[in-house]
Nanobody, 124 residues
Framework: QVQLVESGGGLVQAGGSLRLSCAASGRTFSDDRMGWFRQAPGKEREFVTAISGSGKRTDYADFVKGRFTISRDNAENTVYLQMNSLKPEDTAVYYC?????????????????WGQGTQVTVSS
């Protein structure tokens, strides 16, 4: 069993930055691939970014490339999402999730464990 707890969300003006954290517990963190997803009101949950267990491999949705950066600290069992140049359309609940395999890394159905989510609101 894996427990994931996100933090760091909040209200920020367009152009601002936030850093989300996701603290994991329950099993060897470096064995898990970690992903960030988001869900805006009235929309489906969508893939944002993911990182391999070692941190050497990452994947980003096109709409966040160059603005968001995923990283992880395996000693602290934490994955981070640095969000810069935020836009109002980035407003959503952001979730972190864990899975064992890189295959289908962008598919939310392939993730077994999920955090409770943290709200990010970007004002114009």
């Amino acid at each position: 069993q894996v427990q994931l707890v996100e933090s760091g969300g909040g209200l920020v003006q367009a152009g601002g930055s936030l850093r989300l954290s996701c603290a994991a517990s329950g099993r060897t963190f470096s064995d898990d691939r970690m992903g960030w997803f988001r869900q805006a009101p009235g929309k489906e949950r969508e893939f944002v970014t993911a990182i391999s267990g070692s941190g050497k491999r990452t994947d980003y949705a096109d709409f966040v490339k160059g603005r968001f950066t995923i990283s992880r600290d395996n000693a602290e069992n934490t994955v981070y999402l640095q969000m810069n140049s935020l836009k109002p359309e980035d407003t959503a609940v952001y979730y972190c999730a864990a899975k064992r395999l890189w295959d289908t890394i962008r598919s939310d159905y392939s993730y077994v464990y999920w955090g409770q989510g943290t709200q990010v609101t970007v004002s114009s």
